[in-house]
């Protein structure tokens, strides 16, 4: 029985978790403090990315340019996706400054930084997509640096159906993913404890 | 093992409180989607409108000439680029290491043919196919000697309209003035694009062409774009644009990148460089002990050290 694949893979996620660890409705008394609010905010604001972007996703690449709700939704897009850089900021230098990597929370940091960059690259593709003159100058700008690196070989800036595809299928994919690794780390480890909280271990409080 | 890394490690024990996760998540999704959208209603977003061929022919048809020109002497931005476009040069470098050559040309553009002469073939002016034919039955070196003369004269004079006739130029004069037409007409738009299929997604071609001219690279100034001007982490107008680029930015206005021939890949380089360091963050010595040099951390717990009296 323990050789079934299935078997090894429920041992390996489903059993690694109890209930109450995935949706805890309590957290330690020092989880009280604004800065565990921008975790959930980076959160909200990519919710509201995907939903945004699901909108000009069926309605088409250029719909928004011409139609008033188009470009409305376009400018929800937009401006989540600015909120959502600036919740993770903050959330990011708040785990900085808590050390929140202690207690093989390294991988949950990684996740963390992976999370930011692939953020980036995604946001990126988003700007070359607009089918406007911002896109058509960040295309032209972008692919020298690109190109330098040899990723312009595979990847061209200027090659909107490519930058299109990346920015609606395969870098949302990536990123979600990381995003629910990210989160399940966190569920899994707890959060962090206060720095020198060794001083009332053995009855930690 | 010490007594803190056993609380860094253990489920915690202590006092807990009661946190409501789902609520807390529902409450922030509301008051950032009515944030959100409060922003957008009041701010909306740029929407400058793309640039054509057929704006650039009719609005600066003497840099139009002058660029096209240069295509055929093959002294553009795209004739000298190098991979993955062609084989001009070796692109840029980091010391021994040439990965923009290594990577070999993949997306072939030859600007003289693909912009120029093929497109020619479509044009409905008498005196392009002999043009075209003169062109077609030069050596190499005749072909760059005509077109690097009419650019030179071009400079000179300062607009291709007041460069006198001569046979020097050969039928460059034609093949510019015939390629003018076709772009002003809005035929060469559709031809940079539909050379594989008739619904082009693919705008290489006449990107590369319109972003060696200087029509193109006048409008990015005026909106504030240019490289040396944080480049494109700005958005046209007065919005925040991709401001989370600020540290690629940044380098292009600094010494020793602002003025290398290698900045491009020096600052990616560099950035990989910062990358790793991000993520690899928490094993960093002196980095990784900042937290507890700089103790932020006493505010974000102020509760909790002040109830337990630490």
Avoid at chain 2, 35 to 40: F, N, P
Avoid at chain 2, 230 to 242: A, R
Avoid at chain 2, 261 to 266: G, H, K, P, V
Avoid at chain 2, 287 to 302: G, K, T, V
Wanted: one cysteine or more; glycine letters at 8%; a neutral charge.
């Amino acid at each position: 029985m323990s050789s079934m694949w299935t078997t090894k893979l429920r041992k390996a996620t489903v059993e690694k978790f109890e209930p109450q660890d995935v949706l805890p409705d309590d957290q330690p008394s020092y989880v009280a403090s604004w800065i565990y609010v921008f975790g959930v905010l980076t959160l909200s604001s990519f919710a509201i990315i995907i939903l945004s972007g699901l909108i000009l996703t069926t309605r088409g690449a250029i719909w928004w340019h011409s139609s008033n709700v188009g470009h409305f939704v376009n400018s929800m897009h937009l401006w989540s996706v600015e909120l959502f850089f600036v919740f993770m900021v903050v959330h990011l230098w708040g785990k900085f400054w808590m050390a929140a990597w202690r207690g093989r929370r390294f991988a949950t940091w990684v996740t963390g930084a992976f999370c930011f960059l692939a953020s980036v690259a995604t946001g990126f593709t988003g700007y070359l997509i607009q089918w406007d003159f911002d896109s058509q100058w960040i295309a032209t700008q972008a692919k020298d640096g690109l190109n330098s690196a040899g990723i312009g070989s595979f990847f061209n800036t200027l090659n909107t159906g490519q930058a299109i595809l990346l920015h609606v299928s395969l870098l949302p994919l990536v990123l979600t993913f990381i995003v629910i690794w990210h989160v399940i780390l966190v569920r899994r480890n707890g959060v962090v404890p206060p720095l020198d909280a060794k001083e009332i271990a053995g009855g930690a409080k | 093992m010490s007594k803190e890394r056993n609380v860094d490690l253990a489920k915690w024990s202590g006092p807990k409180r009661p946190y409501d996760l789902v609520k807390e998540f529902v409450i922030a999704f509301v008051v950032v989607g009515l944030l959100v959208g409060a922003i957008s209603a009041i701010f909306s977003s740029p929407d400058e409108p793309a640039v054509t061929l057929q704006q650039w022919a009719n609005q600066a048809p003497a840099d139009f000439v002058a660029t096209t020109a240069g295509e055929l002497a093959g002294t553009t931005i795209s004739a000298a680029y190098g991979p993955p476009y062609n084989t001009a040069s070796e692109g840029l470098n980091l010391g021994p290491i040439k990965i923009q050559k290594w990577a070999g040309v993949t997306i072939p553009v030859n600007p003289a043919v693909d912009f120029v002469t093929t497109p020619l073939k479509f044009s409905k002016d008498p005196a392009v196919p002999a043009a075209l034919a003169q062109w077609n039955g030069a050596s190499s070196g005749q072909q760059t000697k005509w077109a690097t003369d009419y650019s030179t004269a071009i400079g000179k004079a300062g607009d291709y309209t007041k460069v006198t006739a001569s046979q020097t130029y050969g039928p460059v004069p034609t093949m510019a003035s015939g390629l003018l037409v076709l772009a002003q007409s809005d035929v060469l738009d559709g031809l940079l694009t539909t050379t594989v299929t008739p619904y082009p997604s693919d705008f290489t071609k006449p990107m590369l062409f319109l972003a060696d001219g200087g029509y193109f690279d006048d409008l990015g100034a005026k909106q504030h774009l240019h490289g040396d001007q944080w480049g494109m982490m700005n958005e046209t107008g007065s919005y925040p644009g991709q401001s989370w680029l600020w540290l690629f930015s940044l380098w292009y206005q600094v010494e020793p990148f602002k003025s290398s021939a290698n900045a491009d890949i020096q600052i990616f380089a560099f950035l990989m460089l910062l990358n790793l360091g991000f993520i690899f963050m928490p094993k960093i010595p002196f980095i990784n002990r900042l937290p507890r040099l700089i103790p932020f951390h006493r505010l974000i717990w102020r509760r909790y050290y002040r109830e337990n009296n630490l």
